[in-house]
């Protein structure tokens, strides 16, 4: 079974500043899929940015990048520019693609504070 | 907004008790997730239909079950309660696709308390 691993609990970054977190996942498929959800406050899921994994060229959404390294089975997120409105818990995500359609599974999640 | 919606969203009750979770899947998914969240924990995926069948199954306890009605609804109960099963639980859905390309979409979840 697949594992998603995101070994940093909290992460704090000063506004207008970077902030890398970090995922790595355990699977023997070569085909997949890898997300980044945000969670809020209000604990909504939001999806933030997705990779798959048969690309080479990294996922970009305005501010948040990946950087995604298949032999090493890394995942990390950067967000750039950071804002107050960044301050959430990240959950790095993988699904398969070689079963049709699977469900998502999640890493522990990272906290991230954003100092004004 | 998701277009997923889920009722309620706070329910308190107490151990011993059965709660049924209601979940409406965006127009045209037919594909629901169900997930838990334990206080400061990660999501865990609990179970899986798509177009009223069960599809996959995850780490569910016996005294939950959950079915898919014909409309696309989905309901997950909650038999049995105790403390430790106060969570959020999340539903989710998707299109049909034979690749799962497609993005899964959450909706608010529905905050369970059990005292």
Same mark, same amino acid.
């Given at each position: 079974?697949?594992?998603?691993?995101?070994?940093?609990?909290?992460?704090?970054?000063?506004?207008?500043?970077?902030? $890398?977190?970090?995922?790595?996942?355990? $699977?023997?498929?070569?085909?997949?899929?890898?997300?980044?959800? *945000?969670?809020?406050? @209000?604990?909504?899921?939001?999806?933030?940015?997705?990779?798959?994994?048969?690309?080479?060229?990294?996922? $970009?959404?305005?501010?948040?990048?990946?950087?995604?390294? *298949?032999?090493?089975?890394?995942? @990390?997120? *950067?967000?750039?520019?950071?804002?107050?409105?960044?301050?959430?818990?990240?959950?790095?995500?993988?699904? @398969?693609?070689?079963?049709?359609?699977?469900?998502?599974?999640?890493? *522990?999640?990272?906290?991230?504070?954003?100092?004004? | 907004?998701?277009?997923? &919606?889920?009722?309620?969203?706070?329910?308190?009750?107490? &151990?011993?008790?059965?709660?049924?979770?209601?979940?409406?899947?965006?127009?045209?998914?037919?594909?629901? !997730?169900?997930?838990?969240?334990?206080?400061?924990?990660?999501?865990?995926?609990?179970?899986?239909?798509?177009?009223?069948?069960?599809?996959?199954?995850?780490?569910?306890?016996?005294?939950?079950?959950?079915?898919?009605?014909?409309?696309?609804?989905?309901?997950?109960?909650?038999?049995?309660?105790?403390?430790?099963?106060?969570?959020? !639980?999340?539903?989710?859905?998707?299109?049909?696709?034979?690749?799962?390309?497609?993005?899964?979409?959450?909706?608010?979840?529905?905050?369970?308390?059990?005292?």
């Amino acid at each position: 079974a697949q594992t998603v691993t995101q070994s940093q609990p909290e992460m704090s970054v000063q506004e207008a500043e970077t902030v $890398t977190l970090s995922c790595t996942y355990d $699977t023997s498929e070569s085909d997949y899929y890898l997300f980044w959800y *945000k969670q809020p406050p @209000s604990r909504q899921m939001i999806l933030v940015i997705r990779q798959e994994a048969y690309k080479q060229q990294n996922a $970009t959404e305005n501010r948040f990048s990946v950087n995604f390294q *298949k032999a090493a089975k890394s995942f @990390s997120l *950067k967000i750039s520019d950071s804002q107050l409105g960044d301050a959430a818990m990240y959950f790095c995500a993988y699904r @398969s693609l070689e079963s049709g359609n699977t469900p998502l599974v999640f890493g *522990k999640g990272t906290r991230l504070s954003v100092i004004a | 907004d998701s277009g997923v &919606t889920q009722t309620p969203k706070h329910l308190i009750t107490a &151990t011993g008790q059965r709660v049924t979770l209601r979940c409406s899947p965006r127009s045209g998914d037919l594909s629901v !997730y169900w997930y838990q969240q334990s206080l400061d924990q990660g999501l865990q995926f609990l179970i899986q239909y798509y177009n009223g069948e069960e599809r996959a199954k995850g780490n569910i306890l016996e005294r939950f079950s959950a079915q898919q009605f014909p409309d696309l609804h989905s309901e997950l109960n909650l038999s049995s309660l105790e403390l430790g099963d106060s969570a959020l !639980y999340f539903c989710a859905s998707t299109e049909m696709d034979h690749l799962p390309r497609n993005t899964i979409y959450f909706g608010e979840g529905s905050w369970l308390t059990v005292v």
